[in-house]
């Protein structure tokens, strides 16, 4: 088992999370980015910078993940992806992305796209949170306690 992060839009403080938790798990962490990155040496932990453009590091985390692995994203086609090839998906907010809540996801992903597009809603996500932060972690050491 393998933990994916889609990296050039994970927030440092859950990548250092999953430093700390590849290192003492002894889990194999691959970083996917289109940016160089910084990463603590660890035999554990891998980065792997793809070409610029779009979808290249989404596209390369679904060839190479194998059935069972983790992957972090917010990308909601990257985690219907990685849940259709047997992966599991969290979002760095600690919500736990399944087959039963993709789809609704999705949906409304493209619903607010659609309100961004005629102006009626402004701005990203509002920074993570304590409580989000820690649902991340409970869920990562959760998962890697199980497999």
């Given at each position: 088992?393998r933990?994916?992060v889609?990296?050039?839009?994970c927030?440092?403080?859950?990548?250092e999370?999953?430093f700390?938790?590849a290192?003492?798990?002894k889990?194999?962490l691959?970083?996917?980015?289109?940016?160089?990155?910084q990463?603590?040496?660890?035999?554990?932990?891998?980065?792997?910078?793809v070409?610029?453009g779009?979808?290249v590091a989404?596209?390369?985390?679904?060839e190479?993940?194998?059935?069972?692995?983790?992957?972090?994203t917010a990308?909601?086609?990257?985690?219907?992806?990685?849940?259709?090839?047997?992966?599991?998906?969290l979002?760095?907010?600690?919500?736990?992305?399944s087959?039963?809540?993709?789809?609704?996801?999705?949906?409304?992903r493209?619903?607010?796209a659609?309100?961004?597009?005629?102006?009626?809603?402004?701005?990203?996500?509002?920074?993570?949170?304590k409580k989000?932060?820690?649902?991340?972690a409970?869920?990562?050491?959760q998962?890697?306690?199980?497999?």
């Amino acid at each position: 088992m393998r933990i994916w992060v889609d990296a050039d839009a994970c927030p440092k403080l859950i990548k250092e999370i999953l430093f700390r938790a590849a290192i003492r798990t002894k889990t194999e962490l691959i970083l996917v980015s289109n940016q160089a990155l910084q990463a603590p040496p660890s035999p554990f932990i891998k980065k792997m910078q793809v070409s610029l453009g779009f979808d290249v590091a989404d596209n390369h985390i679904v060839e190479k993940m194998a059935s069972g692995d983790l992957v972090i994203t917010a990308d909601l086609p990257l985690a219907g992806a990685v849940i259709d090839k047997g992966g599991t998906a969290l979002n760095p907010r600690g919500e736990l992305y399944s087959k039963n809540n993709i789809k609704e996801r999705l949906s409304i992903r493209n619903f607010n796209a659609d309100l961004r597009g005629a102006g009626l809603i402004t701005g990203g996500p509002p920074p993570l949170n304590k409580k989000q932060i820690q649902t991340f972690a409970n869920w990562l050491d959760q998962f890697l306690s199980c497999c």
